[in-house]
């Protein structure tokens, strides 16, 4: 159905290319675990499982402590259709710590038009901003309406990510 498509995109976008190879690891240990005289793969199955549970903890404490950060987007005024056209983002971080690693995601109303998802070179320090340069493509004639934005930020061990809603000033 629909609703387990979106879930299922929603927990992959969750995982860094890293925590990817991990969960297959992961999977792939799963058969062997029964027998336990396996010792190895019993080990690398209690690693892979400590390591993707201390990730999860992680991104749902970072989730809950709230936002603290602002996007204000500079868009151009027209776009043609078919073209590539680009926007400057600035994402601000109000949060008091360094905050490396950050992914800005927007989101707009029409499923074809294509985004680019930038990746902050250098960690935003408290109280300053980075300028991200968006570039997408509108396949078609019609108003581009954005439905929000979300940062991913990624846990300590760089295999899960957790997500934040912002609030954009266009």
């Known amino acids: ?29 799963l058969p062997f675990v029964i027998d336990i005289r396996l010792s190895l793969v019993y080990q690398f199955f209690g690693l892979s499982l400590a390591l993707l549970g201390f990730s999860l903890i992680w991104v749902f404490a970072v989730r809950i402590r709230g936002q603290g950060f602002s996007l204000h987007r500079s868009l151009p ?8 056209f680009s926007y400057e983002c600035r994402l601000a971080n109000h949060t008091g710590k360094n905050q490396e690693n950050v992914h800005l995601m ?26 991200l340069r968006i570039q997408g493509i509108a ?19 760089g295999l899960f990510r957790s997500f934040h809603r912002l609030a954009a000033k266009d």
């Not at 498509?5 to 992961?26: N, S």
């Not at 005024?77 to 590539?84: S, W």
């Not at 989101?107 to 902050?120: A, F, G, M, Q, Y």
């Not at 004639?141 to 990624?154: E, N, Q």
């Open 1 to 29: 159905s629909k609703r387990f498509i979106l879930v299922w995109r929603g927990a992959i976008q969750r995982f860094t290319p890293q925590g990817k190879l991990l969960a297959v690891f992961y999977m792939a240990t």
């Open 77 to 84: 005024a027209f776009v043609t259709a078919g073209e590539p």
């Open 106 to 131: 927007e989101r707009v109303d029409d499923i074809k038009t294509h985004l680019s998802h930038p990746e902050t070179a250098a960690p935003i320090l408290p109280e300053q901003e980075a300028r």
């Open 139 to 157: 396949p078609e004639r019609g108003v581009l309406r954005f439905t929000g934005a979300s940062i991913a930020i990624p846990d300590p061990l």
